[in-house]
């Protein structure tokens, strides 16, 4: 029997053992997939001792996808641009990081039937989610991003790095206030929110309905619960195309397993069993 699992603090909420049983059970295989929630500490002294685990592979949530980084044998190139880490794979005694929430924020614009090539973007947020879509955008061809954050030092700091990465890419920071988020509407095709803000019901980002109707761009708001944040709800009143986080969930985790088990994921499983999870 493999064990799997996902590091993180808080885990109370996680879909990713539910996604993941489902999937082992499917094709057989005999595995079990349990979340670790560990505080810092604990997380330092599992991270230094993982060739003594019993752990075949596991994921990586808040706030551990750039902790793991020093204790990992290999990192494979995407992850290592994109500066974190959310798989781990074991191969003997060796472990191999991978980055797949950039695939999976990728494949789900791409099941959305959205281009990024040419387009204008505006993203919200400098953490690894936002790290992972702009190097997705940046794969898909995307002619600008307009960078906002609560510390806007964290978008200036990833922007340089990015802009280094992809030189065809227009990159522009601003503080994330009214003023200049009604200005970036006006040329954005594309609008994410790479946020942890609409997580709980009440939280607010500032973009209302009036502010984008006016061009209507597609919003992508990579939380899944709760299914309508705020800004999908705003989105969707002002007549925007609009997709919540959860395909995306599915997405990343699916290629997570077929780095772990070397076979194809049954996404359509994966994804009824998160929505099942999800009531
Ligand atoms: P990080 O902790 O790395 O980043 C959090 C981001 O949210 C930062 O930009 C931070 O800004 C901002 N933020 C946090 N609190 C506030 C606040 N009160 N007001 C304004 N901004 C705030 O987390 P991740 O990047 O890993 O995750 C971000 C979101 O994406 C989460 O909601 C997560 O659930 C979701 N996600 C979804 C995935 C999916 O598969 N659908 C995959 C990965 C993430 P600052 O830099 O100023 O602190």
Redesign the pocket.
């Known amino acids: 029997m493999k064990i799997y699992g996902i590091f993180g603090f808080p885990l109370k909420h996680t879909l990713s053992p539910a996604m993941h049983e489902a999937a082992f059970a499917n094709l057989g295989i005999e595995a079990g997939y349990l979340p670790f929630e560990l505080d810092r500490a604990g997380f330092r002294r599992v991270a230094r001792q993982l060739a003594k685990s019993l752990l075949a592979g596991f994921n990586l949530?808040?706030?551990y996808?750039e902790a793991i980084l020093p204790y990992l044998d290999k990192v494979a190139k995407e992850a290592a641009m994109i500066g974190a880490v959310?798989t781990v794979c074991r191969k003997g005694r060796k472990f191999w990081g991978y980055n797949t929430?950039w695939e999976?924020f990728a494949l789900a614009l791409r099941e959305a039937r959205f281009r990024a090539r040419g387009k204008s973007v505006l993203l919200l947020?400098?953490?690894?989610?936002?790290r992972?879509c702009v190097y997705a955008l940046g794969q898909g061809g995307a002619r600008r991003i307009v960078l906002m954050?609560?510390?806007q030092a964290?978008a200036r700091k990833m922007s340089r790095h990015f802009q280094g990465l992809f030189r065809g890419i227009r990159f522009e920071v601003f503080p994330?206030r009214k003023f200049f988020l009604t200005q970036a509407l006006r040329d954005s095709d594309l609008v994410v929110n790479?946020?942890?803000?609409?997580?709980k019901r009440e939280d607010r980002l500032g973009l209302t309905s009036g502010m984008l109707r006016r061009r209507r761009p597609f919003v992508f708001d990579?939380?899944?619960n709760p299914p309508e944040t705020g800004l999908l709800k705003a989105a969707r009143k002002a007549g925007c195309r609009t997709l919540n986080?959860?395909s995306?969930?599915v997405y990343?985790g699916a290629r997570a397993f077929e780095i772990w088990t070397g076979r194809k994921a049954p996404l359509n499983l994966m994804r009824r069993s998160l929505k099942r999870t999800l009531g």
């Open positions: 949530t808040v706030p996808k959310n929430d999976g947020g400098a953490g690894g989610a936002a992972a954050n609560r510390h964290n994330m790479a946020t942890s803000v609409g997580l990579l939380i899944y986080g959860l995306m969930l990343q």
